[in-house]
Nanobody
Framework: QVQLVESGGDSVQPGGSLTLSCECS????????QGWFRQVPGKLREGVAA???????RYADSVKGRFTISRDNAKKILFLQMNSLKPEDTAMYYC???????????????????WGQGTQVTVSS
């Protein structure tokens, strides 16, 4: 139905930048509600940024002004541009999708049915 493949994770120094990509394929890949989440061992997966079918965005307070979510609708690729990275941004980052245009709680992991395998981001000097 929906397959998600993330890429772009890497190790960077504090203050650096990275762009994550998530390629979407499958019959329910409709450029609708999608999000980026992150998780560190021993902690819950948290919502970072979300985008709906009409282009509305939502960000976690911890990344506002530093991260930008966007999508190439023609190629069905979701992006997360991450600037001014901090050590606390270190995590496995996951792309998520629901297969519909909009969800009521876009930064809640329970709203999403489809997940990628994750890509690791490490911020360290």
């Amino acid at each position: 139905q929906v397959q998600l493949v993330e890429s772009g994770g890497d190790s960077v120094q504090p203050g650096g930048s990275l762009t994550l990509s998530c390629e979407c394929s499958g019959s329910r890949c409709i450029n609708g509600a999608q999000g980026w989440f992150r998780q560190v061992p021993g902690k819950l997966r948290e919502g970072v940024a979300a985008l709906d079918g009409v282009g509305s965005t939502r960000y976690a307070d911890s990344v506002k002004g530093r991260f930008t979510i966007s999508r190439d609708n023609a190629k069905k690729i979701l992006f997360l541009q991450m600037n001014s990275l901090k050590p606390e941004d270190t995590a496995m980052y996951y792309c998520a999708a629901r297969g519909i245009q909009w969800v009521s709680r876009p930064l809640e992991k329970s709203e999403y049915y489809f997940w990628g395998q994750g890509t690791q981001v490490t911020v360290s000097s």
